[in-house]
């Protein structure tokens, strides 16, 4: 990792975050570079999700920073951080289940003028309305062909395959043109011919320049394909490091012994 603090995109700070007496995140410091694809791992209990709702906004932090693209985003709300470029989505998709998959895209993108009625009625404005929306329309159809599911367009959302929601979902954060993707459990009861295929769009998001952390139970995708992991265990960074210098820490080997991963 480059020393350069200008190659860091997210910079979180002994990040904490009490629960009572519980601690779920304790100290927690680590940055992640421009493009980098890194994979954040750990034991269950190890403090992985409570870590990314603090930096997407959904939780609140105890104590500690967190910086994304030179700006304070702690405690932002999610909407906020979203705003600034840098995107989560969750283990379980949160579609739109009774619009369609076209029409779920369509409405990510913030700051459309359609949906101010002023502007959306009003002679000599409409124009302007039609105009972003065709747009929008357009890069949503181009989003749908980029993950091959162009053929659900016209599909209701609540009948996608659970594989099928994890790629609308990613198609949909992507319509918000952020810097940086949050990806908690991508590949959660998604079958291997739609795996495979997440993994290579992944692959050229990084290439286009996207910077992407993800959280994943499958130690084979993150072993493979992301060229840094960061290990978690009681809410502390245990191990930071490449792939194969992961696989040879004895201290991470002893945290996923004595328990289940996640």
């Known amino acids: 990792m480059s020393d350069s603090p200008t190659d860091v995109v997210l910079d979180v700070d002994s990040l904490e975050k009490h629960f009572g007496g519980i601690t779920a995140v304790d100290g927690a410091s680590f940055g992640i570079e421009r493009g980098e694809f890194t994979g954040l791992i750990g034991p269950n209990g190890a403090g992985k999700s409570t870590t990314f709702n603090c ?21 932002m709300e999610p909407y906020q951080v979203a705003n600034q470029g840098l995107v989560r989505t969750f283990q379980i998709a949160r579609e739109l289940s009774e619009m369609t998959v076209l029409e779920n895209l369509m409405l990510a993108p913030p700051g459309q003028e359609g949906e101010k009625l002023w502007k959306a009625v009003t ?9 972003q929306e065709y747009d929008v329309r357009e890069r949503a159809w181009e989003m749908l062909e980029f993950f091959d599911i162009d053929h659900l367009a016209r599909e209701q959302a609540g009948n996608l395959s659970g594989g099928q929601r994890k790629l609308l979902e990613l198609a949909r954060a992507l319509m918000t043109e952020p810097e940086m993707l949050l990806l908690d459990e991508p590949f959660a009861g998604v079958n291997p011919t739609l ?44 191990a930071d490091g490449t792939p194969a210098d992961i696989k040879g820490d004895e201290r991470v080997i002893d945290a996923y012994l004595g328990g289940d991963a996640e």
């Open 195 to 238: 795996q495979n295929k997440l993994v290579e769009h992944l692959h050229d998001l990084i290439d286009d320049g996207y910077t992407v952390l993800i959280v994943e139970h499958d130690m084979d995708v993150i072993m493979n394909n992301c060229e840094r992991v960061i290990v978690m265990h009681q809410g502390q960074i245990l």
């Open 123 to 131: 002679p000599g404005v409409r124009s302007g309305v039609v105009d």
């Open 55 to 75: 930096i997407a906004g959904t939780l609140s932090p105890s104590a500690g920073t967190v910086t994304f693209d030179d700006t304070d985003v702690t405690g």
